[in-house]
């Protein structure tokens, strides 16, 4: 990501029914995805990816999520409506993550830094050399001409 490029994007998002919505008041100041087991229990899947910030730099800016204090030193905030993952907050740091694929624009910040490694699926590292299906050619293969998305609109 340029510095140019996190300057001009709004660093905002929220999760998939619109409930909860967020915006960052700076650009992320680290990026990673987690492996660990208690990652792969919150969200169902192979592994989570965050984007940092301060604490005092996210703001609510529609409803608020619900927290789940997975642990004696971390809370995770997800949408009590819809159950999309949002955030991970170790209680006693002054930063939060919030999940890069609940940002509306994902692709402005990458991952540095993995963690949980002991836990990553083996597969996970040869994802890239699977074969791949845009989203269109999976529809006309099973005669799906439309999808109404209730998804909220960025
Ligand atoms: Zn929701
Ligand atoms: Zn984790």
New binding site residues.
Partial sequence: MSDSKARTIDWTGGCQCGAVRYRLLTPPEHASI???????K?SGQP??AFASVKREHLRWTRGRPAIFASSNIAERGFCGACGTPLT?HRIESGSIGVTIGSLDHPEAVGPVQQ??IE?ALSWTAGLGALPGKRTEDWMREYGITRIDSRQYSD
């Avoid at 987690?34 to 792969?40: I, K, L, N, S, Y």
């Fill in positions: 987690c492996h660990c087991r208690m990652c792969q919150a592994f989570m991970w963690y949980g836990s």
